[in-house]
């Protein structure tokens, strides 16, 4: 049995009437592009060494791997839970927050954390539902926010419409978050006491700012982040825990080419400036960013159907620019 959800007042028109939109979020977000080769996902720790991948998610293929950018000289595999379909770092040490399925009838989704520094401690378990879980992402130590969804009295889950975000606390009591229902997004920008997504406008409105979408945590406040910082051609937006540093990924050429065979670049802002990120166009995938702003992490493809590579970056924390760029092969065996 669930603990009971404590629902906190939010902002919930505009998740509805976005519902409409999935099918636009479907063909222009790369992680939801279906003639794209099997996404790599990736997510950097908290303190910038380490770096976690997961490929063919959610599958009996898939392959977790780990590299500690410090002393690995090559990928480790990591013997994770079956069916996991979603990986992040949270805010403590290395530990690997992981959302993963048992198939078993009632099927139920697990989240867990699995400490890499210490594996003998085996994998523990957070929450489970037989809603679905996806996209976790740790708030404050303890404290994770993690997509899940409604299901219908026969047991069917909604899709479109079925989608909304949970906070679920060390003491195993969970609060409802942000618009219900929400469309598919993966985790959110934490910032300050609150949450966002972007949405972009690149489908009829191609000369739209992008929709800035925020909530507040439970006693939090609604972070606030103007949408004409971002140009009209953004395709979504990745900010650290103070939105001082964000990676944007946008089309530079997007009235040129064919819609669904885009090919994106990505820059970095820097509070009131940006700068270039050099040798990064392509089809980018689990872009993940330290809550410092101070490294990240991307998969990345040269085009539709080619393979992935890693990407790690690193940052002073007082300049725009980044001070390393590794690009990092991955074999898919």
């Not at 379909?85 to 697990?110: M, N, V, W």
């Amino acid at each position: 049995m669930n603990p009971k959800i404590e629902s906190t007042s939010c902002q919930r028109g505009i998740g509805i009437l976005l519902v409409v939109l999935v099918g636009l979020l479907s063909a222009c977000n790369p992680n939801y592009r279906g003639h794209d080769k099997p996404i790599l996902h990736t997510t950097i720790s908290a303190d910038g060494k380490m770096v976690a991948t997961l490929l063919n998610a959610g599958t009996d293929k898939q392959l977790l791997r780990v590299r500690n950018l410090g002393t690995d000289t090559t990928w480790r595999t990591v013997q994770g839970p079956p069916l996991t379909h979603s990986i992040r770092f949270g805010l403590q040490g290395h530990e690997l927050l992981l959302t993963h399925r048992k198939p078993d009838l009632p099927a139920k989704d697990y989240l867990s954390k699995l400490d890499l520094d210490n594996p003998e401690r085996g994998l523990q378990k957070i929450y489970e539902s037989e809603d679905g879980l996806a996209f976790p992402v740790e708030v404050t130590p303890g404290q994770v926010m993690v997509r899940t969804r409604h299901a219908d009295q026969t047991g069917k889950r909604f899709y479109l419409s079925g989608y909304y975000w949970i906070l679920v606390g060390q003491d195993q009591q969970l609060r409802k978050v942000g618009p219900d229902p929400v469309l598919p997004y993966a985790a959110p920008n934490i910032v300050g006491s609150g949450f966002f997504w972007t949405e972009d406008q690149m489908g009829e409105k191609k000369e739209a700012h992008p929709l800035v979408l925020s909530y507040p945590l439970p006693g939090g406040v609604a972070p606030i982040f103007s949408r004409e910082r971002l140009e009209k051609n953004t395709h979504d937006v990745l900010c650290d825990r103070m939105a001082k540093r964000c990676l944007r990924w946008f089309i530079s050429n997007l009235n040129q080419i064919p819609h669904g065979s885009y090919i994106y670049d990505v820059d970095v802002l820097f509070g009131a400036t940006s700068c270039k990120l050099p040798g990064l166009s392509g089809r980018p995938a689990g872009v993940s960013l330290t809550p410092d702003g101070n490294a990240a992490v991307m998969s990345l493809a040269a085009g539709p159907d080619k393979p992935r590579h890693v990407v790690v970056m690193h940052f002073n924390p007082q300049q725009c620019e980044a001070i390393s760029l590794q690009h990092i092969n991955f074999e898919e065996k």
